[in-house]
């Protein structure tokens, strides 16, 4: 396993004490690390349910015999940012999304990686990523939003 690199041996012996320190249980450490990368946060609409999508996906990760480990993707709302300089911010973080991803990914040496955005900037940044990074990748789309209701 990737994971293995910060895990075992004498040499290791601080990065798994950063690990314990994270609650982390040596059973949950022999397992291969799997990271959850969401999209979810609490200024873009589209992206509010992704959450339980992730909790979910954690306790498929887990029933699997994996270890869980979840890190954020940033998200701009396009309908927010648009008609003031924030909207100059919106299709970089395709770049950002991917560049950040595969940082984390190479720092912390995950052994498989789930996906979890919902948006045309989170989907191909997230994508991106994967291709770069070659190693198992679930895609795990938050699909599409519940219509409003107007009145009852």
């Given at each position: 396993?990737?994971?293995?690199?910060?895990?075992?041996?004498?040499?290791?012996?601080?990065?798994r004490?950063?690990?314990?320190?994270?609650?982390?249980?040596?059973?949950?450490?022999a397992?291969?690390?799997?990271?959850?990368?969401?999209?979810?946060?609490?200024?873009?609409?589209?992206?509010?349910?992704?959450?339980?999508?992730?909790?979910?996906?954690?306790a498929?990760?887990?029933?699997?015999?994996?270890?869980?480990?979840?890190?954020?993707?940033?998200?701009?709302?396009?309908?927010?940012?648009?008609?003031?300089?924030g909207?100059?911010?919106?299709?970089?973080?395709?770049?950002?999304?991917?560049?950040?991803?595969?940082?984390?990914v190479?720092?912390?040496?995950?052994d498989?990686?789930?996906?979890?955005?919902?948006?045309?900037?989170?989907?191909?940044?997230?994508?991106?990523?994967?291709?770069?990074?070659?190693?198992?990748?679930?895609?795990?789309?938050?699909?599409?939003?519940?219509?409003?209701?107007?009145?009852?």
């Amino acid at each position: 396993m990737r994971s293995e690199q910060i895990k075992t041996g004498v040499e290791r012996m601080p990065n798994r004490s950063l690990l314990y320190a994270l609650g982390y249980t040596d059973e949950e450490l022999a397992r291969p690390l799997i990271g959850v990368v969401s999209s979810y946060n609490e200024i873009v609409p589209g992206h509010m349910g992704l959450d339980k999508i992730a909790e979910a996906v954690k306790a498929g990760i887990r029933a699997a015999g994996g270890t869980p480990v979840m890190f954020p993707a940033i998200a701009v709302c396009d309908g927010i940012a648009m008609g003031h300089v924030g909207m100059k911010y919106s299709l970089v973080t395709r770049d950002l999304i991917a560049d950040s991803t595969e940082a984390m990914v190479m720092a912390h040496q995950f052994d498989g990686l789930v996906m979890i955005p919902n948006c045309d900037k989170n989907v191909p940044g997230l994508l991106m990523a994967a291709a770069r990074l070659n190693i198992p990748t679930i895609f795990c789309s938050g699909g599409p939003m519940l219509a409003g209701r107007l009145k009852d």
